[in-house]
């Protein structure tokens, strides 16, 4: 059963830098696709951004294009969501998620298995 486990979260000040790291355990991924969503209070779960396993290619909301990038690293499983220029509305529970396939998706019910979530805080 693959598990996912978020960390790195925590209270930064704006512009500043976070980085998130999402580890899977139960499943060496070649293929598929590892999600970020962000939920803020009374806010719906919103996509971040997304990276397919194999081949690594990149996608991002239109809200951090620019600020944020997501990495891997194979060996360790891991994904990294790196959050530069960080601004209150940053502020969120982020979830990583993965799904089978090789299509990015941003509609959360597209996923399969989640992380517990880890908090970002950024104060102004």
């Known amino acids: 059963q693959v598990q996912l486990v978020e960390s790195g979260g925590g209270l930064v000040q704006v512009g500043g830098s976070l980085r998130l790291s999402c580890s899977t355990s139960g499943r060496t991924f070649s293929s598929g696709v590892m999600g970020w969503f962000r939920q803020a209070p009374g806010k719906e779960r919103e996509f971040v951004a997304g990276?397919?396993?194999?081949?690594?290619?990149?996608y991002y909301a239109d809200s951090v294009k620019g600020r944020f990038t997501l990495s891997r690293d194979n060996a360790k499983n891991t994904v990294y969501l790196q959050m530069n220029s960080l601004k209150p509305e940053d502020t969120a529970v982020y979830y990583c998620a993965v799904k089978e396939g090789i299509l990015v998706r941003t509609t959360k019910a597209a996923y399969d298995t989640w992380g517990q979530g880890t908090q970002v805080t950024v104060s102004s």
């Open positions: 990276i397919r396993w194999s081949g690594g290619s990149t």
